[in-house]
């Protein structure tokens, strides 16, 4: 399990950065007089440029190496989120938010390192690790960053403690990270000729569950801290302790993906997607029809499980099918159409709770979760992994 624990600690501080701060910034932006429209569309700016920027850090990490890429995004960070503490108006915090949609790409570049180091009979194992750690992540940022700003001037204690997790993530990357040479025959080419040179058409069912994935998660994101607070009439800290409770089955199921997936091992890898994607959308489905809170706790189960099973099973998919000189590439479009579908989900979520209330977003998301099983189901697997062995 140790083995590669710089790894693991290198998602798990910078996603507890983000759990940290996220939940107190959208409050913090009310505060300033932004509207909703404005808070909403900061993020599906961020999220756009996230979608323009993954392939080409992506490509930039295969050229000169995960260590130089990953390095320069958390500086940027440590450096962005100690400012965003200084920061009382709209505009400021904004021109910072966009900021990291060019620069910060850390999470996907430490799962490219997964890539790099971990034998790929090990990968499921691996990724379900990160999965967890991530998770736990999210069970205990949210908490503390609750507890912080329900306490005076407690953004700038946010903002700081965020900026010190960064620091301690820089050091990290510093020391433990290996400075490993990617092996590519086109180190002199352009970066437009790398992508030319990936068959793209062999992934694209990757890239679209990829994106039906995250429209779901994007959903949930989006409307959880509404729907706790407008509904349920929770305080920050109460907020806090529902996603902590969410974020601990993720750890525990990513702890324990591995054998799950030698119990089911007779299945291919698109058909364990299948089946996480119908456990996703049938959560989302009962969230939509929830009556209480308890009822709600309980349909973030499925929701959870679903949605950890599928990360660890898309990001094995695209471990196993590409090389060391393609893998940044490769992990960039993935993240791209993470960021398409931050950027639109967003908009739809909010137009569906307008017209219909939480339970039109919450369609909106079994639905696209839905679409997703349908396509794991009946893309030819076999076929693929001949395909992308020949190529």
């Known amino acids: 399990m140790f083995d590669y624990f710089y790894v693991y600690m290198i998602g798990f501080l910078d996603i507890a950065s983000l759990g940290l701060i996220m939940p107190a910034l959208g409050r913090r932006l009310r505060e300033f007089g932004a509207s909703h429209f404005q808070v909403s569309s900061l993020e599906s700016l961020f999220s756009g440029l996230q979608m323009i920027t993954s392939p080409i850090a992506g490509t930039l990490s295969d050229r000169y190496g995960r260590k130089q890429m990953l390095t320069l995004s958390m500086i940027i960070s440590a450096m962005g989120f100690f400012a965003i503490g200084h920061c009382y108006t709209y505009i400021s915090v904004a021109i910072i938010r966009l900021i990291f949609g060019f620069l910060k ?3 996907m570049l430490g799962r490219s390192l997964l ?6 009979e090990h990968l499921i194992n691996a990724h379900g690790k990160m999965n967890s750690f991530v998770s736990l992540a999210f069970m205990i940022a949210p908490v503390i960053g609750g507890r912080l700003s329900e306490q005076p001037n407690g953004f700038f204690s946010i903002a700081c403690l965020t900026s010190l997790l960064c620091v301690f993530n820089v050091a990290i990357i510093v ?7 990617i092996k590519t025959n086109s180190i002199q080419k352009g970066m ?4 030319k040179e990936l068959n793209w058409s062999l992934y694209w069912p990757l890239l679209i569950m990829r994106f039906m994935y995250m429209a779901t998660i994007s959903t949930i994101m989006t409307t959880l801290g509404l729907v706790l607070t407008e509904t349920y009439k929770l305080s920050p800290s109460q907020v806090g302790y529902v996603i902590s409770f969410n974020s601990s089955i993720g750890v525990v199921t990513g702890f324990f ?3 799950l997936a030698t119990i089911f091992k007779s299945y291919s890898t698109f058909n364990k997607c299948f089946y996480s994607f119908l456990l996703l959308s049938f959560g989302h ?7 209480n809170l308890m009822y709600y706790l309980l349909f973030t189960i499925p929701v959870s499980v679903g949605g950890t099973l599928i990360e660890v099973f898309l990001n094995q998919l695209l471990s196993e099918h590409c090389n060391d000189n393609n893998r940044g590439s490769l992990e960039g479009a993935m993240y791209s159409f993470s960021a398409i579908a931050r950027f639109i989900t967003p908009m739809t979520v909010g137009v569906s709770m307008d017209k219909f209330g939480a339970r039109g977003a919450y369609l909106f998301a079994s639905t696209a979760a839905l679409c997703g099983a349908i396509l794991a189901k009946f893309y030819d697997n076999k076929k693929v992994i001949k395909k992308i062995h020949n190529s």
């Open 105 to 107: 790409h850390t999470l």
């Open 115 to 120: 890539g790099d180091h971990i034998p790929k």
């Open 175 to 181: 020391l433990f990270v290996p400075n490993k040479k």
């Open 192 to 195: 437009l000729n790398n992508f």
């Open 257 to 259: 993906v591995s054998k």
């Open 285 to 291: 489905f009962c969230f939509s029809f929830q009556p």
